[in-house]
Structure formats: C-alpha cells, structure tokens
C-alpha cells in the first residue's frame, strides 16, 4: 500500500509530464519552436471539397489542412493533413540542426473517431536525414510502424544515433490502416540533441 | 523508394493556395 | 495506506483542478473572456523577422506574436510575446473592475525549450493598479520574482489586498535570466474579488 502523500507525488508527477507536451521532450519540429515544412514532394493534399467557406452567404472557397498542421499541436478530429493514397513524403525543417534520437506519431484515439476506425493513420513509415532540401537520397534513420492497436501517442527510438547532424528530416509513410482514398498525419515529431 | 522516378524532385509549396510558414533568419523568440 | 478508491479521488481532483485552467481561478486578463492588451508603453517588440509567410511563392510579411498572446491561453514554445531588452511593460484592462489577490506568470518548462535553458524568461516584475490607461504611477499592487528554478507556473499573492478595486493593471517586468536580446512573455493571469 502507498500514503496519501505517495499517491499525490505519482499523480502530480503524472500531470506534470503530460502538461510538458505528454512526453517531456523538446520536439525541434514543432513549428511555432522553430520548425517548418519546406515540401511534400510528390504526395498530394487529397482535395474533398467538403469545408465551404462563406461570407454574407457568398461561397468563398473549399478550405483543407494545410501540411503545416502535421508539425502543430491541435490533434483534434480532422486536424490533420490528408495526402491522397497510402505513400506519402514530408520533408521539415527542424528549428536547429541536431542529432535525432526519437521521433513520436500521433493520431486520434478510435474512442474519438466518428467512424469508429482509425484506417486512416499512418502505417510502415520510415524517417532520413537530409543535408539539403533537395537531397534526393538522405540517410536512413529508421523504419518503423505505427500500431493502430496502439497507444494515440507513440514514440520510435531511432536504432543506431547518426554519427552526423541533421536540420532536415524527410518523414515517408508507405502504408496507412486500410482507409483506400488518403492518409492522415496529425503530429510529426522530431526529438534530439543539439550540436555544441 | 527513394531513388528514381518523378517524386525524387521537391514538389514547390509555392504552387498551392495556402499560407506557407518558413523560417529564414534563425530561431524565433522563444 | 489508502485504498484504490481514495486513489481515484485524488487523480480525478488533480485532473478536475488541471483542467480547470491549471488553476482553479477566474483569470480576470484572459482575451476571450473580456480582457485586453491596452498599451505596452515604451517596450518595443523584438522583431527578429525570422517567420516570413507567403502565397504562391509570393513573400508576403514577416510574422512576429503580438502582445495579445500574453493573455491567450496557447503556450507552446514561440506563442510569447517577446519584447526587446529585459525591461518590458504591458498595461492590461481586466475583463471587469477587481480587487486582485494574487497574479500567475507561466514560461515554457526547461524541458522543452530547444535551447536547453530559458534565460529569455522575466525575473523581477512589478505589477501596479491604473485608474485609468493613462495614468503613469499607478498603486504598486506588489513586486515579485519569477523563479527560473521553478514550476513553469508561478502564482504570486497581493501581499496586502488594495482598498480600491481596479480594471487596469500594468505589468512591469525589470529583468530576465540572462538573454541579452530579448524577454518572452507567455501567458500573464490576474486573479481576485469582483466588486459588488
């Protein structure tokens, strides 16, 4: 058995991890710290045209989420980008040149999809290294796969630390959990060591 | 695959209609 | 010892009080709930034209937080209003006439700031009641000091509760812990009594 005061340690040090982004880590993709999206390749904004946005009951224009959303904190349903297909490319800017040692996915939790699936998350994906934003081959940090079985949040250790740094990541998604039209990306993280 | 074929090429953000965010001078106030 | 169900009242109390702005208090200086940036007097920001935003490959303008996130909610590292040198001034109307009691002043944690350190946060701040935005000396509600070795979230009580209630406050900050450039302000609260 535990005291009350042990208890109110756990639970405040419990709180307090996730009020530090949920994973205490400085994530050097996040784009008000800094980072930014410089491309996506040849992946595509898969387009529905279902947001109309209007004024004075004028139709204005078909809005969809930018790729920009993939490196900001709102994780709320539809806060995603949506790329057309199963394969997509991301490639980010980080805020500083680092060595990457972890990279975190997210999506929404199935509790919160209102098709009760999740088919559209991201599966088998792997992340390099870029020494420019036009690099075509860059170097393999690691391939890794999002479990839709899994927690919302999940975190993938990079398995051999590069021995040089890095400002410029490409993240490339291969396959997603069976929805057949597009993929979405809620939150791309990079996690690192700054170089001295 | 990473070699070869026509998404070895940079697509240009520039091409679509949203704000685009880049970073030019370094870190921003944090 | 306590037992499982004493256990599940205290996480849901800790999880009750955090989702209750942290706090537990009516923040008296938040935007959406009628508070407003009135003035900075002579603090200048810190335009570091870093973020340039475009359209079509069109550079459109260099976006810098205005002073208004200071009493918005959104605290990931970069939404900080950052002013030029360590002395800074931000006068503030409440969203109604109070009598404050106490102030909250939050920085990112150490955590997650990719420099590793956050020399860019306040140290000694004043905070005075204005009887009107144009007033220059107002009543000196209390001077304090935000502690970088701290919890990111500070609560300061009024040392002496005021006799008049006030609308306008000024926030005075003097110094910061070490960054020659520039001080960042994330997130300033004012709590207190509504007058009848």
């Known amino acids: ?196 | 695959s990473q070699s070869g074929g026509p998404c070895c090429s940079p697509a240009p953000l520039a091409r679509t209609p949203y704000l685009v965010l880049n970073y030019v001078n370094g870190l921003p106030p944090i």
């Not at chain 1, 004075?56 to 224009?61: A, V």
């Open chain 1, 1 to 196: 058995g535990i005291t009350e005061a042990q208890a109110r340690i756990i639970v405040n040090n419990a709180l307090k991890l996730y009020s530090q982004d949920k994973t205490g880590m400085v994530d050097f993709a996040l784009e008000s710290g800094g980072g930014s999206i410089l491309s996506t390749r040849c992946s595509e904004t898969h387009e529905t045209k279902t947001a109309l946005i209007s004024l004075f009951g004028i139709p204005l224009w078909y809005f969809s989420q930018s790729p920009r959303v993939v490196i900001q904190p709102d994780i709320y349903p539809g806060n995603c980008w949506a790329f057309k297909g199963s394969q997509g490319y991301l490639v980010v800017r980080l805020s500083m040149e680092i060595h990457p040692t972890s990279f975190t996915l997210e999506h929404i939790p199935k509790t919160l999809s209102p098709t009760g699936n999740i088919a559209s998350a991201p599966k088998n994906f792997s992340v390099y290294g870029l020494e420019n934003e036009y690099q075509e081959e860059g170097q393999l940090l690691g391939q890794f796969m999002f479990d839709q079985e899994g927690e919302s949040l999940q975190t993938f250790p990079v398995p051999k630390r590069p021995e040089r740094a890095f400002q410029i990541v490409e993240l490339q998604i291969f396959s997603n959990w069976g929805h057949p039209e597009y993929t979405c990306l809620y939150r791309f993280r990079v996690h690192g060591v700054p170089v001295k």
